[in-house]
């Protein structure tokens, strides 16, 4: 009797405990033919889930090692409730999600705010893995076209931006992406030559504005056309210019979902069309835009 009721205010502290410091995360179990939905408790929040088959462990640890990026995480086991199989978990905070997720796009991905407090189980949540059309990824680009830490981060803000419907905020850093990107194809083009003055403006020790950087680019399109690079890519661009001026200036004129949704085809189109430029140009991508294997 005593035990019990020890036992039963363990648990209830427990359940205490894991209210202040935790959340729960809904995990499918990967076994085949199972594919239940429950959650996993843990002690933290704020943080990042990926879970996968436990048979997929070593090729992550070996994609990390190999990447040689710094990716912190705790691993969890999951254990389903039906089949009892196990589920592995990897929790991160967000730098680290983000990287790794760049370097293994096939784990289920649970963000933040697809996590709930404990006994919000019945609360809706969209499945994991299969994030609701809001949450998915603004910019969905296959990990070898970004060459760049600098690409990387600048997309996983975006995308975070995205997540968290902060739209405006994602207009804004997809102005940016787009902005680095040309300067670095004009980089690539002018540099050798001197011709610095196509980017970079010496009076203000400043890259040019956006504006004057794609009028530049424009006059190039032709010898990038074999690559995939189309008029129209830069007429979109010059769009997403116009709108990211727009956001980044005006007080209260907030750009909706809807808005962003629209122009998400377009905007990926532009950025996997310069990034291939980039990779290509770098020797990293074929013309094709596949990867060159190091021999
Ligand atoms: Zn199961």
Redesign the pocket.
């Known amino acids: 009797m005593i035990r019990r009721c020890v036992q039963s205010e363990a648990k209830e502290l427990d359940e205490v405990w894991m209210r202040l410091a935790g959340v729960i995360v809904p995990i499918i ?3 085949d033919d ?3 939905r ?1 959650w996993l408790p843990i002690d933290r929040h704020g943080v990042y889930a990926f879970f996968f088959k436990p048979t997929e462990y070593t090729k992550y640890q070996m994609r990390i090692g190999r990447s040689e990026e710094d990716i912190e995480k705790e691993i969890e086991k999951a254990q ?6 196990q ?1 592995m978990v990897f929790i991160m905070k967000r730098e680290s999600a983000l990287k790794f997720r760049q370097l293994v796009s096939e784990a289920q991905f649970v963000p933040p705010s697809q996590m709930r407090l404990p006994g919000e189980e019945v609360t809706n949540v969209s499945p994991p893995g299969s994030p609701a059309p809001s949450r998915s990824d603004f910019i969905d680009i296959e990990a070898h076209y970004v060459s760049d830490k600098v690409y990387s981060q600048l997309i996983g803000e975006i995308n975070t931006c995205y997540e968290y419907e902060a739209y405006s905020s994602a207009l804004v850093m997809l102005r940016k992406l787009l902005e680095n990107l040309i300067v670095d194809i004009l980089r690539f083009k002018y540099a050798p030559a001197g011709q610095h003055d196509k980017y970079f403006d010496y009076t203000t020790n400043q890259f040019l504005p956006l504006n004057a950087l794609i009028s530049n680019f424009e006059q190039i399109v032709n010898e990038y056309a074999k690559y995939g690079l189309l008029k129209s890519h830069v007429a979109a661009i010059k769009g997403f210019r116009k709108e990211g001026n727009i956001s980044a200036h005006s007080i209260v004129d907030f750009v909706s979902g809807e808005k962003l949704l629209a122009i998400k085809k377009r905007a990926n189109e532009s950025v996997i069309v310069l990034l291939r430029i980039i990779g290509i140009i770098r020797g990293i991508l074929d013309e094709k835009g596949r990867i060159i294997k190091k021999k």
């Not at 389903?80 to 199989?85: L, V, W």
């Open positions: 179990c990967q076994a199972c594919g239940r429950f389903c409730p039906i089949c009892k199989e589920t």
